[in-house]
């Protein structure tokens, strides 16, 4: 509905959780999901694997929306969902192992000098461990901020800052050394 685009997230989450109103529901949907999306395509690198885990990310919120306390922004929230998410699925399969060992094998330094930007930070990101890279794309990419992405990521926020300061530079270093 047109009218749903005048409420803010915790409106429609109220409306969602007393009517399970799917209209509303799909406003929120439509709100997050390319912000989501992102996030989990940069840290999965996989398009197939980011689609899946956002779809599952959205069915699950939307079957425990009767569990958000309003204690932080949905957004934030959501996220905390999608990471766990992705979790849940590194644990289950092995398709995140072999997929950085098939990229391994089949990516040559030649090939590597002629990649544009993306395919560079994409590169860099491969660098970071999965701390670093959840918060460096939460806080940088995401545009949360740190106590969101410390909530998001069950972390203590000394930990999420002195991950993000890790991230940043290893992310500077491979950034400029593949320019160089």
Known sequence: MAGFNLFSDEQLVVLVQS?????????LVKRHQMSLYAFLYRYTDEKYLAEDLTQDTFIKAFDKIYLFTRKSSFKTWLFSIAYREFLQEKRKSSRFQNFFNK???NTS???LMKVDDSIDLNQALKQLSDNQKAVLLLCDASGMSHTEAAVTLDMPLGSLKTYIKQARS???KQLEDNHD
């Open 170 to 172: 290893i992310m500077q």
């Open 19 to 27: 009517t399970q109103d799917a209209p509303a529901y799909s406003e």
């Open 103 to 105: 990229i391994k094998q």
């Open 109 to 111: 330094q030649r090939y």
